[in-house]
């Protein structure tokens, strides 16, 4: 085999597998079954405060469920947007810490997550805050009594809707600047920019956001750069809060020294 047969081998190679990385992408971005539970199935065994499980309705008529800790319609509510991988009893110990705040809070299930009929994509989970949002507003509270909180993926969708509207808060656990960015990161060899379907642009969309924010991230993060959670920190405008830990990876530690942050953060809002 010559070196012109190698090389067009090579190349039909490359081209496979781009098609390959373009149909199959969204499988390599959502993770509905991850460890440690590898099940879609929910119980909210460990969660310590009172909960409701909730259903709301998404525009695209689908039918989601989510978890919600009521205190009194005069504090403010946390509406969590969870990340990219596992289901929502991976979240309760943060959950627990949050129910100690003086706040409410309703965390949603995406769709195709934790038992949720559909299959997620960029279009889908704005369209799955939007269901939650209106939920909310039904229950009589407002935009202006609502802070977004985003974990990871969460916090793309957080602040899509968050952007040229007023809500009383927002908080970006472990924050991107863009798929785009991210892909480039972990497929270098690939044309991302052209390829990637859900593009998650929040590094154009932050400077929209006009109400108090709180980006939180770890310098050991392996999954997300922090020096992605540090560009959107510098791009955001003030009011701005920033937490950023020594030693926390990507799912950050929901310590005395977390808690701690994000109670003033929300004194502030006061």
């Known amino acids: 085999m010559n070196i012109k047969s190698i090389i067009l081998a090579i190349l039909f190679l490359y081209f496979i597998l781009v098609i390959v990385v373009y149909f199959y992408q969204r499988k390599l971005l959502y993770y509905p079954l991850s460890p440690p539970t590898f099940t879609k199935d929910i119980s909210g065994d460990g969660l310590i405060h009172k909960f409701e499980t909730i259903s709301f309705e998404t525009s695209d008529n689908l039918n989601l469920k989510g978890w919600y800790h009521f205190k009194s319609l005069e504090k403010k509510t946390i509406l969590f947007f969870h990340g990219n991988a596992s289901n929502l009893d991976n979240r309760i110990y943060k959950l627990n810490l949050l129910g100690n705040l003086d706040v409410n809070f309703l965390i949603i299930a995406w769709r195709g997550y934790s038992g949720n009929p559909g299959k997620p994509s960029e279009a889908g989970l704005y369209q799955d805050s939007l269901g939650a949002l209106k939920w909310l507003n039904k229950k009589g509270i407002s935009n202006e009594k609502i802070i977004l909180y985003g974990e990871s993926l969460g916090t793309a969708v957080a602040t899509e809707i968050g952007q040229n509207k007023k809500f009383a808060g927002i908080i970006l656990e472990s924050p ?60 955001a405008n003030e009011p701005k809060f920033k937490y950023f830990t020594e030693e926390d990876g990507h799912m950050m530690e929901f310590d005395i020294g977390l808690k701690d942050e994000i109670n003033k953060f929300l004194k502030s809002l006061e």
């Open 176 to 235: 991107f600047t863009s798929m785009i960015e991210m892909g480039k990161k972990y497929y270098p060899i690939f044309p991302v920019k052209l390829l990637i379907k859900d593009k998650y642009e929040t590094k154009n969309k932050i400077k929209n956001i006009k109400f108090p924010i709180l980006i939180m991230h770890g310098k050991k993060d392996k999954l997300v750069p922090f020096n992605m959670g540090n560009e959107l920190y510098n791009l």
